[in-house]
Protein backbone atom coordinates (compact mmCIF):
# COMPACT_ATOMS: atom_id res chain seq x y z
CA UNK A 1 0.00 0.00 0.00
CA UNK A 2 2.97 2.52 1.16
CA UNK A 3 4.51 1.83 -2.74
CA UNK A 4 0.98 2.68 -4.28
CA UNK A 5 0.77 5.84 -2.08
CA UNK A 6 4.34 6.82 -2.92
CA UNK A 7 4.16 6.22 -6.78
CA UNK A 8 1.11 8.59 -6.76
CA UNK A 9 2.57 11.27 -4.80
CA UNK A 10 5.23 11.21 -7.41
CA UNK A 11 2.97 11.34 -10.31
CA UNK A 12 0.38 13.96 -8.95
CA UNK A 13 1.79 16.11 -6.58
CA UNK A 14 3.67 19.27 -8.26
CA UNK A 15 6.47 19.24 -6.14
CA UNK A 16 7.24 15.54 -7.25
CA UNK A 17 6.62 15.72 -10.77
CA UNK A 18 8.82 18.57 -10.90
CA UNK A 19 12.06 16.43 -10.23
CA UNK A 20 13.69 19.38 -7.49
CA UNK A 21 16.00 17.22 -5.33
CA UNK A 22 14.89 17.00 -1.54
CA UNK A 23 18.20 17.61 -0.21
CA UNK A 24 20.47 19.54 -2.30
CA UNK A 25 23.44 18.13 0.39
CA UNK A 26 22.82 15.45 2.80
CA UNK A 27 23.87 11.85 0.75
CA UNK A 28 27.41 11.81 1.48
CA UNK A 29 26.82 10.81 4.90
CA UNK A 30 29.28 10.83 7.81
CA UNK A 31 31.03 13.32 5.76
CA UNK A 32 28.72 16.13 5.02
CA UNK A 33 29.83 19.01 7.76
CA UNK A 34 30.83 22.62 7.14
CA UNK A 35 33.74 22.13 9.85
CA UNK A 36 35.31 18.52 8.44
CA UNK A 37 38.50 19.28 6.54
CA UNK A 38 38.39 18.34 2.54
CA UNK A 39 34.57 18.22 2.58
CA UNK A 40 34.47 21.56 0.02
CA UNK A 41 31.01 20.27 -0.93
CA UNK A 42 29.75 21.75 3.06
CA UNK A 43 32.02 24.41 2.70
CA UNK A 44 34.67 25.58 0.53
CA UNK A 45 37.03 27.03 3.74
CA UNK A 46 37.41 23.17 4.74
CA UNK A 47 39.41 22.80 1.63
CA UNK A 48 42.54 22.30 3.39
CA UNK A 49 45.21 20.57 1.35
CA UNK A 50 48.51 20.38 -0.68
CA UNK A 51 47.80 18.42 -3.55
CA UNK A 52 44.36 16.56 -3.68
CA UNK A 53 42.32 14.25 -5.68
CA UNK A 54 39.19 12.69 -3.92
CA UNK A 55 36.71 10.19 -5.06
CA UNK A 56 33.50 9.43 -3.87
CA UNK A 57 30.96 6.62 -4.74
CA UNK A 58 27.33 6.14 -3.55
CA UNK A 59 25.33 3.05 -3.33
CA UNK A 60 21.65 2.75 -1.45
CA UNK A 61 18.73 0.71 -1.10
CA UNK A 62 15.10 1.23 0.66
CA UNK A 63 11.85 -0.33 1.16
CA UNK A 64 10.71 1.03 -2.43
CA UNK A 65 13.90 0.76 -4.60
CA UNK A 66 16.24 -1.37 -5.77
CA UNK A 67 20.06 -1.17 -5.18
CA UNK A 68 21.57 1.68 -6.89
CA UNK A 69 25.53 2.84 -7.07
CA UNK A 70 27.02 5.61 -8.86
CA UNK A 71 30.22 7.72 -8.51
CA UNK A 72 28.97 10.82 -6.47
CA UNK A 73 31.37 12.87 -6.65
CA UNK A 74 35.25 14.05 -7.85
CA UNK A 75 36.92 16.94 -6.40
CA UNK A 76 40.42 18.29 -7.51
CA UNK A 77 42.45 21.16 -4.91
CA UNK A 78 45.83 22.45 -5.50
CA UNK A 79 48.02 25.27 -4.15
CA UNK A 80 48.60 28.75 -5.95
CA UNK A 81 50.20 32.06 -5.62
CA UNK A 82 49.38 34.11 -2.41
CA UNK A 83 49.09 31.00 -0.62
CA UNK A 84 45.33 31.01 -1.51
CA UNK A 85 44.05 27.03 -2.52
CA UNK A 86 42.04 26.97 -5.78
CA UNK A 87 39.67 23.52 -7.08
CA UNK A 88 36.66 22.18 -8.70
CA UNK A 89 34.09 19.75 -7.93
CA UNK A 90 31.58 17.55 -10.28
CA UNK A 91 29.34 16.36 -7.90
CA UNK A 92 25.45 14.32 -8.37
CA UNK A 93 23.04 16.46 -6.90
CA UNK A 94 20.11 14.33 -8.01
CA UNK A 95 19.64 10.34 -9.15
CA UNK A 96 16.80 9.53 -10.10
CA UNK A 97 15.87 5.57 -10.71
CA UNK A 98 12.39 5.17 -10.06
CA UNK A 99 10.11 2.29 -10.95
CA UNK A 100 6.23 2.16 -10.48
CA UNK A 101 3.60 -0.30 -11.07
CA UNK A 102 -0.10 -0.38 -10.04
CA UNK A 103 -2.86 -2.98 -11.32
CA UNK A 104 -6.44 -1.06 -11.68
CA UNK A 105 -9.97 -1.54 -13.24
CA UNK A 106 -13.13 0.18 -14.35
CA UNK A 107 -16.75 -1.05 -15.44
CA UNK A 108 -15.24 -1.24 -19.04
CA UNK A 109 -11.52 -2.64 -18.76
CA UNK A 110 -8.40 -3.87 -16.33
CA UNK A 111 -4.97 -1.98 -17.08
CA UNK A 112 -1.74 -1.46 -15.56
CA UNK A 113 -0.07 1.81 -15.28
CA UNK A 114 3.67 1.81 -15.25
CA UNK A 115 5.61 4.60 -14.59
CA UNK A 116 9.12 4.84 -14.68
CA UNK A 117 11.84 8.10 -13.82
CA UNK A 118 15.47 8.03 -14.81
CA UNK A 119 17.81 11.15 -14.93
CA UNK A 120 19.98 13.51 -12.64
CA UNK A 121 20.88 17.01 -11.71
CA UNK A 122 24.71 17.32 -11.94
CA UNK A 123 26.74 19.92 -10.07
CA UNK A 124 29.72 22.08 -11.41
CA UNK A 125 31.72 23.71 -9.18
CA UNK A 126 34.60 26.00 -8.51
CA UNK A 127 36.09 27.10 -4.94
CA UNK A 128 38.86 29.46 -4.23
CA UNK A 129 40.17 29.35 -0.21
CA UNK A 130 42.52 31.38 1.81
CA UNK A 131 43.49 31.49 5.40
CA UNK A 132 44.22 33.77 8.08
CA UNK A 133 45.28 32.18 10.68
CA UNK A 134 43.29 31.66 12.93
CA UNK A 135 40.47 32.57 9.84
CA UNK A 136 40.27 30.44 7.22
CA UNK A 137 37.71 31.94 4.32
CA UNK A 138 36.22 30.31 0.89
CA UNK A 139 34.61 31.00 -1.61
CA UNK A 140 32.37 28.80 -3.96
CA UNK A 141 30.32 29.19 -7.46
CA UNK A 142 28.29 26.24 -9.36
CA UNK A 143 26.54 25.43 -12.08
CA UNK A 144 23.16 23.26 -11.91
CA UNK A 145 22.31 21.44 -14.71
CA UNK A 146 20.62 17.99 -15.79
CA UNK A 147 17.91 16.60 -17.43
CA UNK A 148 14.95 13.83 -15.57
CA UNK A 149 12.44 11.54 -17.94
CA UNK A 150 9.38 10.52 -16.47
CA UNK A 151 7.42 7.86 -18.94
CA UNK A 152 4.12 6.70 -18.37
CA UNK A 153 2.57 3.58 -19.57
CA UNK A 154 -1.13 2.07 -19.51
CA UNK A 155 -1.71 -1.62 -20.51
CA UNK A 156 -5.19 -2.22 -21.36
CA UNK A 157 -6.97 -6.25 -21.72
CA UNK A 158 -9.05 -4.80 -23.77
CA UNK A 159 -7.97 -1.56 -25.52
CA UNK A 160 -4.98 -0.22 -27.34
CA UNK A 161 -2.00 0.35 -24.62
CA UNK A 162 -0.90 4.49 -24.45
CA UNK A 163 2.28 5.49 -23.38
CA UNK A 164 3.98 9.22 -22.67
CA UNK A 165 7.19 10.29 -22.29
CA UNK A 166 8.06 13.60 -20.63
CA UNK A 167 11.37 15.12 -20.30
CA UNK A 168 12.16 17.92 -17.88
CA UNK A 169 14.93 20.07 -17.94
CA UNK A 170 17.36 22.13 -15.40
CA UNK A 171 19.59 24.67 -15.54
CA UNK A 172 20.79 26.71 -12.54
CA UNK A 173 23.92 29.03 -10.75
CA UNK A 174 24.70 29.61 -6.73
CA UNK A 175 27.38 30.79 -5.02
CA UNK A 176 28.01 30.74 -1.46
CA UNK A 177 30.81 31.95 0.87
CA UNK A 178 32.20 29.87 4.36
CA UNK A 179 34.21 30.48 7.20
CA UNK A 180 36.01 28.22 10.12
CA UNK A 181 37.81 29.48 13.08
CA UNK A 182 40.76 27.51 14.23
CA UNK A 183 41.55 27.47 18.30
CA UNK A 184 43.80 24.98 19.10
CA UNK A 185 42.08 21.85 18.93
CA UNK A 186 38.69 23.50 18.53
CA UNK A 187 37.15 25.16 15.41
CA UNK A 188 33.79 26.65 14.07
CA UNK A 189 32.62 26.79 10.78
CA UNK A 190 30.11 27.81 8.75
CA UNK A 191 28.72 28.27 5.18
CA UNK A 192 26.29 30.34 3.58
CA UNK A 193 24.41 30.40 0.07
CA UNK A 194 23.98 33.97 -0.93
CA UNK A 195 23.37 33.37 -4.71
CA UNK A 196 20.77 30.33 -5.72
CA UNK A 197 18.75 29.89 -8.52
CA UNK A 198 16.99 26.74 -10.35
CA UNK A 199 15.16 26.72 -13.48
CA UNK A 200 13.35 24.25 -15.36
CA UNK A 201 11.30 24.18 -18.11
CA UNK A 202 9.51 21.17 -20.78
CA UNK A 203 9.41 20.95 -24.96
CA UNK A 204 7.43 23.74 -25.93
CA UNK A 205 7.52 25.17 -22.55
CA UNK A 206 8.56 28.33 -21.31
CA UNK A 207 11.34 28.25 -18.01
CA UNK A 208 9.87 28.56 -14.48
CA UNK A 209 12.05 29.50 -11.91
CA UNK A 210 11.75 27.06 -8.18
CA UNK A 211 11.38 29.83 -5.12
CA UNK A 212 14.42 28.13 -3.60
CA UNK A 213 15.67 29.42 0.07
CA UNK A 214 19.00 30.33 0.82
CA UNK A 215 21.05 27.63 2.47
CA UNK A 216 23.10 27.78 5.19
CA UNK A 217 24.68 25.74 7.89
CA UNK A 218 26.85 25.72 11.12
CA UNK A 219 29.46 23.10 12.33
CA UNK A 220 31.79 23.05 15.44
CA UNK A 221 34.14 20.35 16.59
CA UNK A 222 36.76 19.49 19.07
CA UNK A 223 39.50 17.41 19.06
CA UNK A 224 40.93 15.68 22.22
CA UNK A 225 43.63 14.05 20.73
CA UNK A 226 44.86 12.36 17.13
CA UNK A 227 41.94 10.58 15.49
CA UNK A 228 40.02 11.22 18.59
CA UNK A 229 37.29 14.02 17.87
CA UNK A 230 33.45 15.11 18.48
CA UNK A 231 31.71 16.95 15.51
CA UNK A 232 28.59 18.60 15.47
CA UNK A 233 26.66 20.00 12.20
CA UNK A 234 22.88 21.40 11.72
CA UNK A 235 21.44 23.07 9.00
CA UNK A 236 17.45 23.53 8.45
CA UNK A 237 16.58 20.58 7.21
CA UNK A 238 18.40 18.69 10.53
CA UNK A 239 21.54 18.19 12.72
CA UNK A 240 24.37 15.41 13.17
CA UNK A 241 26.12 14.65 15.93
CA UNK A 242 29.36 12.31 14.81
CA UNK A 243 32.50 10.91 16.76
CA UNK A 244 35.26 9.55 16.31
CA UNK A 245 38.25 7.19 17.84
CA UNK A 246 40.93 6.18 16.07
CA UNK A 247 39.92 4.27 12.74
CA UNK A 248 36.16 3.55 13.97
CA UNK A 249 33.50 6.77 13.61
CA UNK A 250 30.05 6.77 14.74
CA UNK A 251 27.20 9.32 14.23
CA UNK A 252 23.18 9.68 15.02
CA UNK A 253 21.35 12.87 13.60
CA UNK A 254 18.23 14.19 12.79
CA UNK A 255 15.82 14.71 9.93
CA UNK A 256 13.06 17.86 10.34
CA UNK A 257 12.48 18.26 6.81
CA UNK A 258 13.03 17.47 2.66
CA UNK A 259 13.57 20.24 0.76
CA UNK A 260 10.17 19.93 -0.42
CA UNK A 261 8.44 21.88 2.02
CA UNK A 262 6.72 18.93 3.74
CA UNK A 263 6.86 17.75 7.19
CA UNK A 264 9.65 14.90 7.18
CA UNK A 265 10.47 13.37 9.99
CA UNK A 266 13.13 10.79 10.35
CA UNK A 267 16.46 9.26 12.62
CA UNK A 268 19.93 8.44 11.06
CA UNK A 269 22.14 5.78 12.44
CA UNK A 270 25.65 5.84 10.85
CA UNK A 271 29.38 3.90 11.42
CA UNK A 272 32.52 4.22 9.75
CA UNK A 273 35.82 3.05 9.21
CA UNK A 274 38.98 4.82 8.09
CA UNK A 275 41.65 2.72 6.89
CA UNK A 276 44.95 3.53 4.89
CA UNK A 277 46.02 2.03 1.49
CA UNK A 278 49.46 2.93 0.49
CA UNK A 279 49.64 6.01 2.43
CA UNK A 280 45.69 7.01 0.49
CA UNK A 281 43.09 7.18 3.60
CA UNK A 282 39.60 5.36 2.57
CA UNK A 283 36.81 6.32 4.37
CA UNK A 284 33.59 3.88 4.35
CA UNK A 285 30.38 4.65 5.90
CA UNK A 286 26.99 2.93 6.00
CA UNK A 287 24.08 4.53 7.44
CA UNK A 288 20.46 3.78 7.90
CA UNK A 289 17.38 6.32 7.75
CA UNK A 290 14.15 5.84 8.99
CA UNK A 291 11.52 8.18 8.03
CA UNK A 292 8.44 8.63 9.97
CA UNK A 293 5.11 9.52 9.69
CA UNK A 294 3.21 9.11 6.29
CA UNK A 295 6.23 9.06 4.39
CA UNK A 296 7.78 5.98 5.93
CA UNK A 297 10.97 4.36 4.77
CA UNK A 298 13.82 2.62 5.60
CA UNK A 299 16.48 3.90 3.83
CA UNK A 300 20.67 2.40 3.30
CA UNK A 301 23.02 4.79 2.24
CA UNK A 302 26.53 3.97 1.67
CA UNK A 303 30.00 5.48 0.65
CA UNK A 304 33.39 4.88 -0.45
CA UNK A 305 35.53 7.77 -0.46
CA UNK A 306 39.28 8.20 -1.16
CA UNK A 307 42.10 10.35 -1.49
CA UNK A 308 43.84 9.48 -4.57
CA UNK A 309 46.85 12.34 -3.54
CA UNK A 310 47.47 13.91 0.13
CA UNK A 311 46.82 12.87 3.30
CA UNK A 312 43.38 12.39 5.59
CA UNK A 313 41.48 15.35 5.72
CA UNK A 314 43.04 16.97 2.93
CA UNK A 315 45.93 18.37 5.34
Same mark, same amino acid.
Given at each position: ???????????????????????? +???? &??? $?????? &??????? @?????????????????????????????????????? &??????? =????????????????????????????????????????????????????????????????? =???????????????????? @? &????????????????? =?? *????????????????????? @?????????????????? @???????????????? +?????? *??????????????????????????????? $?????????????????????????????
Amino acid at each position: MNYIVILILVIANPLYAENIPGEW +IGEI &GLS $ESPVLD &GNVFANP @ATADTLDFISVSTRFSFDDYELFNATLSSVTLSMPTFY &GCLVGGR =VNVLYDSKLDGEINLSNEWDSYTEYFTRRGGIDQYSFFLKKSFAPFSLGFDINLLNGKIEDKWKI =VFDEYSDIFDTLPTYFRGYS @A &GIGIVYHLKDFRVGGYY =VF *YQNLKYWRDGEDKDEFNLERR @ASLGLSYSFDKGKSIMLS @ADKKGALLTGRYGPIV +IGYGRI *YGSGYELDIEGNRFMGGIVLSLNKAPIMITL $ENRRYLGEFSDNEYIGTISISITGEEGGR
